[in-house]
């Protein structure tokens, strides 16, 4: 992990309520949820680095 992340109590409130929710819409599924928001990460990641690629090179 390149960053730990320290939540307070209602942030960690509404992640778990973010939880349940992505969860429930994999028909309570956790790991099909979990594989998902893997796969969605990964495509945020890439556009991500695809935007910050032009502004490292120009440095």
Known sequence: MDHIVTLD???EAA?????????SLHKGDAVKALKEM???NGHLQER?????APR????
Do not use: C, N, W, Y
């Open 9 to 11: 109590s209602r942030q």
């Open 15 to 23: 992640l778990q309520a973010a939880a349940d929710k992505f969860i």
């Open 38 to 40: 893997i796969v969605l």
């Open 48 to 52: 991500l680095d695809a935007l910050s």
């Open 56 to 59: 490292r090179a120009a440095r």
